[in-house]
């Protein structure tokens, strides 16, 4: 069982920056591919970034990519993601999501466990 707990989200002005964490229980953190998804109210969850177990790969939504960074620290059993540039689209509950396959499936939704998800709001 791995529990997942995200952080940081909030209220930024357009072109600022917030970085998310997604704490994780569970000895085997290590062992799964980690992603962020969003989800606004009425819409679907949505693919934001993912990163494979060794965090080597990573993927990004092109809307995201290079604004966005994520990135894993096995050690602290947590992932990031960094937003820079920040638009008043990106406001969303942020979910961090956790896989014991490939990130090429989590990528298309797959998921083992999700976290209760952080609100970033961005102001125009």
């Known amino acids: 069982q791995v529990q997942l707990v995200e952080s940081g989200g909030g209220l930024v002005q357009a072109g600022g920056s917030l970085r998310l964490s997604c704490a994780a229980s569970?000895?085997?953190?290590?062992?799964?591919?980690m992603g962020w998804f969003r989800q606004v109210q009425g819409k679907e969850r949505e693919f934001v970034a993912g990163?494979?177990?060794?965090?080597?790969?990573?993927y990004y939504t092109d809307s995201m990519k290079g604004r966005f960074t994520i990135s894993r620290d096995n050690a602290k059993n947590t992932v990031y993601l960094l937003m820079n540039s920040l638009k008043p689209e990106d406001t969303a509950v942020y979910y961090c999501?956790?896989?014991?396959?490939?990130?090429?499936?989590?990528?298309?939704?797959?998921?083992?466990?999700w976290g209760q998800g952080t609100q970033v709001t961005v102001s125009s």
């Open positions: 990163v494979s177990w060794n965090g080597i790969s990573t």
């Open positions: 569970g000895r085997t953190f290590s062992s799964y591919a």
């Open positions: 999501a956790a896989f014991s396959g490939s990130i090429l499936d989590l990528r298309r939704g797959r998921h083992d466990y």
